[in-house]
Nanobody, 122 residues
Framework: VQLQASGGGLVQAGGSLRLSCAAS????????MAWFRRAPGKEREFVAT????????HYADSVKGRFTISRDNAKNTMYLQMNTLKPEDTAVYYC????????????????WGQGTLVTVSS
């Protein structure tokens, strides 16, 4: 599967953005999906994951209550609604697809998008 992330941009602190991850192929619903991010000078970190049906989600503590992950299997697309953004949310956001279990560990994901930059100004 090929993944294309989009929706990043520059936003003021307290604002919102919605990221999208479009997947190619007809097997999107067979993959667990996730968002990760890499801030400048830092390692890539887990943000959120969602199971194949969209009924189960998990979040990093740093985004819980502010971010919402969702998917539309009919549109082969995953989303990340980001509210109440903070400067520390500035990062390149990557979407990922995995064939096995939803996990916060990047090793469980087989396919990665190219990333979309989110910049939050204070």
């Amino acid at each position: 599967v090929q993944l294309q992330a989009s929706g990043g941009g520059l936003v003021q602190a307290g604002g919102s953005l919605r990221l999208s991850c479009a997947a190619s192929g007809r097997t999107f619903s067979s993959y667990v999906m996730a968002w990760f991010r890499r801030a400048p000078g830092k390692e890539r970190e887990f943000v959120a994951t969602i199971d194949r049906s969209g009924s189960s989600t998990h979040y990093a503590d740093s985004v819980k209550g502010r971010f919402t992950i969702s998917r539309d299997n009919a549109k082969n697309t995953m989303y990340l609604q980001m509210n109440t953004l903070k400067p520390e949310d500035t990062a390149v956001y990557y979407c990922a697809a995995g064939r096995y279990s939803a996990s916060r560990y990047s090793e469980y994901y087989d396919y990665w998008g190219q990333g979309t930059l989110v910049t939050v100004s204070s």
